[in-house]
Protein backbone atom coordinates (compact mmCIF):
# COMPACT_ATOMS: atom_id res chain seq x y z
CA UNK A 1 0.00 0.00 0.00
CA UNK A 2 2.68 2.46 0.80
CA UNK A 3 4.50 1.62 -2.20
CA UNK A 4 1.23 2.19 -4.49
CA UNK A 5 0.82 5.50 -2.67
CA UNK A 6 4.09 6.72 -3.11
CA UNK A 7 4.07 5.80 -6.74
CA UNK A 8 0.78 7.69 -7.01
CA UNK A 9 2.23 10.69 -5.35
CA UNK A 10 5.36 10.53 -7.70
CA UNK A 11 3.13 10.71 -10.64
CA UNK A 12 1.66 14.13 -9.83
CA UNK A 13 4.95 15.70 -8.25
CA UNK A 14 7.37 14.92 -10.74
CA UNK A 15 5.75 16.32 -13.87
CA UNK A 16 5.09 19.38 -11.53
CA UNK A 17 8.28 19.83 -10.64
CA UNK A 18 9.65 19.60 -14.10
CA UNK A 19 7.34 22.05 -15.19
CA UNK A 20 8.23 24.43 -12.36
CA UNK A 21 11.77 24.15 -13.74
CA UNK A 22 11.03 24.85 -17.28
CA UNK A 23 9.19 27.64 -16.31
CA UNK A 24 12.02 29.37 -14.50
CA UNK A 25 14.53 28.83 -16.95
CA UNK A 26 15.90 31.05 -19.43
CA UNK A 27 14.32 30.89 -22.87
CA UNK A 28 15.40 32.13 -26.72
CA UNK A 29 13.56 35.44 -27.36
CA UNK A 30 14.84 36.52 -30.79
CA UNK A 31 17.15 35.16 -33.30
CA UNK A 32 19.10 36.96 -35.82
CA UNK A 33 21.90 35.47 -38.14
CA UNK A 34 23.89 33.65 -35.65
CA UNK A 35 23.11 35.84 -32.07
CA UNK A 36 19.93 35.68 -30.06
CA UNK A 37 18.25 37.37 -27.29
CA UNK A 38 17.74 35.16 -24.35
CA UNK A 39 15.22 36.33 -21.49
CA UNK A 40 16.47 35.44 -18.04
CA UNK A 41 13.42 35.03 -16.18
CA UNK A 42 15.17 34.74 -12.90
CA UNK A 43 18.23 32.56 -14.29
CA UNK A 44 21.66 34.47 -13.64
CA UNK A 45 24.03 34.09 -16.76
CA UNK A 46 27.71 35.80 -16.95
CA UNK A 47 29.26 37.30 -20.04
CA UNK A 48 31.68 34.27 -21.11
CA UNK A 49 29.19 31.54 -20.10
CA UNK A 50 28.89 28.45 -22.59
CA UNK A 51 25.35 27.78 -22.78
CA UNK A 52 23.43 24.93 -24.36
CA UNK A 53 19.71 25.16 -26.15
CA UNK A 54 17.23 22.48 -25.50
CA UNK A 55 13.80 22.05 -26.92
CA UNK A 56 11.05 20.68 -24.93
CA UNK A 57 12.35 16.89 -24.24
CA UNK A 58 15.71 18.31 -23.20
CA UNK A 59 17.39 17.67 -26.22
CA UNK A 60 20.32 20.06 -26.82
CA UNK A 61 19.59 21.62 -30.00
CA UNK A 62 22.54 24.12 -30.00
CA UNK A 63 25.76 25.34 -28.25
CA UNK A 64 26.61 29.13 -27.61
CA UNK A 65 28.71 31.90 -25.89
CA UNK A 66 26.95 34.95 -23.75
CA UNK A 67 28.64 37.50 -24.86
CA UNK A 68 26.19 40.78 -23.18
CA UNK A 69 24.07 40.94 -19.98
CA UNK A 70 21.33 43.78 -19.43
CA UNK A 71 19.35 43.63 -17.09
CA UNK A 72 16.37 40.70 -17.70
CA UNK A 73 18.14 39.89 -21.22
CA UNK A 74 21.20 38.24 -22.24
CA UNK A 75 22.79 38.32 -25.88
CA UNK A 76 24.46 35.26 -27.01
CA UNK A 77 26.23 34.17 -30.14
CA UNK A 78 25.62 30.23 -31.18
CA UNK A 79 26.37 27.33 -33.76
CA UNK A 80 23.17 24.73 -33.84
CA UNK A 81 19.67 25.21 -34.66
CA UNK A 82 17.87 26.90 -32.21
CA UNK A 83 14.22 27.85 -32.01
CA UNK A 84 11.67 30.42 -30.56
CA UNK A 85 10.78 29.40 -26.95
CA UNK A 86 13.71 26.99 -26.10
CA UNK A 87 15.07 27.14 -22.98
CA UNK A 88 18.93 28.06 -22.25
CA UNK A 89 21.15 26.93 -19.68
CA UNK A 90 24.79 26.82 -18.27
CA UNK A 91 26.90 24.07 -19.61
CA UNK A 92 28.22 22.64 -16.56
CA UNK A 93 31.87 22.94 -16.27
CA UNK A 94 32.85 19.61 -15.77
CA UNK A 95 30.66 18.88 -18.75
CA UNK A 96 31.88 21.12 -20.88
CA UNK A 97 35.23 19.98 -20.83
CA UNK A 98 34.50 16.43 -21.14
CA UNK A 99 32.02 17.09 -24.34
CA UNK A 100 35.65 18.95 -26.01
CA UNK A 101 37.83 16.12 -25.08
CA UNK A 102 34.97 14.11 -27.09
CA UNK A 103 35.50 15.93 -30.59
CA UNK A 104 39.00 16.24 -30.13
CA UNK A 105 38.95 12.58 -29.80
CA UNK A 106 36.78 11.97 -32.55
CA UNK A 107 38.78 14.21 -34.93
CA UNK A 108 41.97 12.62 -34.05
CA UNK A 109 40.35 9.21 -34.83
CA UNK A 110 39.37 10.67 -38.04
CA UNK A 111 42.65 12.84 -38.67
CA UNK A 112 45.50 11.40 -36.99
CA UNK A 113 45.54 14.77 -34.97
CA UNK A 114 43.03 17.26 -33.26
CA UNK A 115 41.94 20.62 -32.84
CA UNK A 116 40.49 23.17 -30.78
CA UNK A 117 37.16 24.06 -30.99
CA UNK A 118 35.00 26.38 -29.96
CA UNK A 119 31.15 26.99 -29.67
CA UNK A 120 31.36 30.57 -30.36
CA UNK A 121 33.60 30.44 -33.63
CA UNK A 122 37.78 31.20 -33.76
CA UNK A 123 39.06 31.91 -30.72
CA UNK A 124 42.75 30.88 -30.70
CA UNK A 125 45.27 31.73 -33.08
CA UNK A 126 44.60 31.07 -36.78
CA UNK A 127 46.83 30.39 -39.48
CA UNK A 128 46.27 30.14 -43.69
CA UNK A 129 47.19 31.35 -46.78
CA UNK A 130 45.97 34.39 -49.40
CA UNK A 131 46.43 34.81 -53.23
CA UNK A 132 46.37 38.36 -54.66
CA UNK A 133 45.99 40.67 -57.47
CA UNK A 134 47.29 43.94 -57.15
CA UNK A 135 46.90 47.04 -59.34
CA UNK A 136 49.70 49.74 -59.08
CA UNK A 137 50.27 53.58 -60.09
CA UNK A 138 53.44 55.19 -60.18
CA UNK A 139 55.00 58.48 -61.15
CA UNK A 140 58.67 58.69 -61.75
CA UNK A 141 60.80 61.85 -62.29
CA UNK A 142 63.63 60.69 -64.62
CA UNK A 143 67.61 61.60 -64.59
CA UNK A 144 66.40 63.90 -67.86
CA UNK A 145 63.81 65.80 -65.96
CA UNK A 146 60.89 64.57 -67.41
CA UNK A 147 58.22 62.75 -65.85
CA UNK A 148 56.36 59.62 -66.73
CA UNK A 149 53.78 57.82 -65.65
CA UNK A 150 53.97 54.15 -65.00
CA UNK A 151 50.71 51.39 -64.63
CA UNK A 152 50.40 47.75 -64.05
CA UNK A 153 49.40 44.57 -62.09
CA UNK A 154 51.19 42.06 -60.10
CA UNK A 155 50.30 38.81 -58.30
CA UNK A 156 51.57 38.00 -54.61
CA UNK A 157 50.92 34.76 -52.16
CA UNK A 158 51.18 35.12 -48.86
CA UNK A 159 51.25 33.14 -45.54
CA UNK A 160 49.08 34.71 -42.72
CA UNK A 161 48.44 34.47 -39.24
CA UNK A 162 45.63 35.85 -37.70
CA UNK A 163 45.51 36.62 -33.35
CA UNK A 164 42.53 38.06 -31.53
CA UNK A 165 42.94 40.06 -28.37
CA UNK A 166 39.23 40.92 -27.81
CA UNK A 167 36.07 39.93 -29.31
CA UNK A 168 36.53 43.06 -31.42
CA UNK A 169 40.26 43.48 -31.95
CA UNK A 170 42.65 41.15 -33.74
CA UNK A 171 46.16 41.45 -35.57
CA UNK A 172 46.68 39.87 -38.86
CA UNK A 173 50.40 39.19 -39.69
CA UNK A 174 51.34 38.52 -43.55
CA UNK A 175 54.57 36.53 -45.17
CA UNK A 176 55.52 35.84 -49.04
CA UNK A 177 56.10 37.10 -52.16
CA UNK A 178 54.96 40.62 -53.74
CA UNK A 179 54.96 41.41 -57.49
CA UNK A 180 55.17 45.12 -58.82
CA UNK A 181 55.24 44.88 -62.48
CA UNK A 182 55.24 48.78 -64.10
CA UNK A 183 55.57 50.02 -67.91
CA UNK A 184 54.73 53.55 -68.98
CA UNK A 185 55.29 55.62 -72.04
CA UNK A 186 58.74 55.44 -74.16
CA UNK A 187 61.07 58.22 -73.19
CA UNK A 188 64.90 59.12 -74.08
CA UNK A 189 64.97 59.24 -69.66
CA UNK A 190 64.72 55.56 -70.29
CA UNK A 191 66.76 54.76 -73.49
CA UNK A 192 63.24 53.34 -74.40
CA UNK A 193 60.68 52.07 -72.83
CA UNK A 194 59.85 52.90 -68.70
CA UNK A 195 59.46 50.40 -66.83
CA UNK A 196 60.11 48.45 -63.16
CA UNK A 197 59.61 44.83 -62.50
CA UNK A 198 60.87 44.22 -58.88
CA UNK A 199 59.91 40.47 -56.54
CA UNK A 200 59.74 41.70 -53.22
CA UNK A 201 59.56 39.64 -50.00
CA UNK A 202 56.23 40.96 -47.94
CA UNK A 203 55.81 41.19 -44.25
CA UNK A 204 52.96 42.96 -43.27
CA UNK A 205 50.99 43.81 -39.78
CA UNK A 206 47.32 44.68 -39.78
CA UNK A 207 45.61 46.18 -36.60
CA UNK A 208 42.13 45.11 -36.98
CA UNK A 209 38.81 46.39 -35.73
CA UNK A 210 35.84 43.04 -36.13
CA UNK A 211 32.44 42.99 -35.93
CA UNK A 212 30.70 39.71 -35.84
CA UNK A 213 28.25 39.68 -38.31
CA UNK A 214 26.27 37.10 -41.03
CA UNK A 215 27.88 33.67 -40.34
CA UNK A 216 31.52 35.93 -40.16
CA UNK A 217 33.38 38.57 -39.36
CA UNK A 218 33.58 41.98 -40.85
CA UNK A 219 36.82 44.29 -40.71
CA UNK A 220 38.82 47.19 -41.10
CA UNK A 221 42.26 48.18 -39.71
CA UNK A 222 45.73 49.75 -40.63
CA UNK A 223 49.41 48.64 -40.59
CA UNK A 224 52.28 48.64 -42.33
CA UNK A 225 54.48 46.63 -44.90
CA UNK A 226 57.64 46.08 -45.12
CA UNK A 227 59.20 45.48 -48.69
CA UNK A 228 62.72 43.54 -49.74
CA UNK A 229 63.66 43.62 -53.27
CA UNK A 230 64.71 39.75 -54.23
CA UNK A 231 64.82 40.51 -57.56
CA UNK A 232 64.83 43.88 -59.97
CA UNK A 233 65.22 45.31 -63.24
CA UNK A 234 64.08 48.76 -64.11
CA UNK A 235 64.72 51.17 -66.77
CA UNK A 236 62.73 53.85 -65.14
CA UNK A 237 64.84 53.94 -61.89
CA UNK A 238 67.95 53.48 -61.26
CA UNK A 239 69.14 49.78 -59.34
CA UNK A 240 71.03 51.23 -56.78
CA UNK A 241 68.57 53.09 -55.73
CA UNK A 242 66.13 50.51 -55.47
CA UNK A 243 66.35 49.11 -51.46
CA UNK A 244 64.10 47.98 -48.86
CA UNK A 245 60.98 49.88 -47.85
CA UNK A 246 57.82 50.23 -46.92
CA UNK A 247 53.95 51.16 -47.12
CA UNK A 248 51.60 52.66 -45.14
CA UNK A 249 48.28 50.53 -45.07
CA UNK A 250 44.73 50.95 -44.75
CA UNK A 251 42.41 48.06 -45.43
CA UNK A 252 38.76 46.41 -45.28
CA UNK A 253 37.65 42.59 -45.18
CA UNK A 254 35.49 39.60 -44.57
CA UNK A 255 36.42 36.66 -43.14
CA UNK A 256 33.52 33.64 -44.01
CA UNK A 257 32.92 31.04 -41.48
CA UNK A 258 32.33 27.41 -42.87
CA UNK A 259 31.00 26.77 -39.77
CA UNK A 260 32.34 22.89 -38.91
CA UNK A 261 34.14 21.55 -35.49
CA UNK A 262 37.59 22.08 -37.30
CA UNK A 263 37.11 25.94 -37.05
CA UNK A 264 38.17 26.72 -41.33
CA UNK A 265 36.92 30.15 -42.72
CA UNK A 266 37.48 32.15 -46.06
CA UNK A 267 39.43 35.36 -45.59
CA UNK A 268 38.69 38.23 -48.00
CA UNK A 269 40.02 41.81 -48.16
CA UNK A 270 40.94 45.14 -50.07
CA UNK A 271 44.05 46.94 -49.44
CA UNK A 272 45.43 50.18 -50.42
CA UNK A 273 48.74 50.40 -49.86
CA UNK A 274 50.70 53.91 -50.31
CA UNK A 275 54.65 54.16 -50.90
CA UNK A 276 56.72 57.05 -48.60
CA UNK A 277 57.21 59.58 -51.29
CA UNK A 278 60.29 60.26 -52.43
CA UNK A 279 62.40 62.97 -54.30
CA UNK A 280 62.21 61.18 -57.57
CA UNK A 281 58.58 58.34 -57.26
CA UNK A 282 55.34 58.58 -55.54
CA UNK A 283 53.52 55.04 -55.72
CA UNK A 284 50.38 53.44 -54.86
CA UNK A 285 48.86 49.81 -54.98
CA UNK A 286 45.50 48.54 -54.58
CA UNK A 287 45.17 45.04 -53.92
CA UNK A 288 42.63 41.89 -53.31
CA UNK A 289 43.30 39.12 -51.65
CA UNK A 290 41.39 35.56 -51.04
CA UNK A 291 42.21 32.56 -49.46
CA UNK A 292 41.60 30.03 -46.84
CA UNK A 293 42.31 29.61 -42.71
CA UNK A 294 42.42 27.17 -39.91
CA UNK A 295 41.77 27.96 -36.39
CA UNK A 296 44.44 25.52 -34.23
Given at each position: MRCRYLAR??????????LCTYANAAE????????M?????????????????????????????????????????????PQIGYSVVIFPKRALERKLRQIRNRQGEMSGGGSSYSPSGPSHTSYGVLAGYNSATATVKLNNGDSVSLKGSG?????????????????????????????????????????????????DLLARFTHRKWHGV??????????????????????????????YVLAVGYDLQMHRPDNPYIPIQIQYQLFPNSATVTAHTIEFDIGYGKTF
Open positions: VLVFVIPFLLVRALKGDRLIQLQGSQFNVGDIIKIQNEMGETRALGKVIKVAGRFAEAIFRGHLSLMGFMDHPFRDWFSFRGEAGIDQLNLSGATDTGCSGACNAKINYLSLWWGGAGVNVLFPLTKSSTALASSSISGTMT
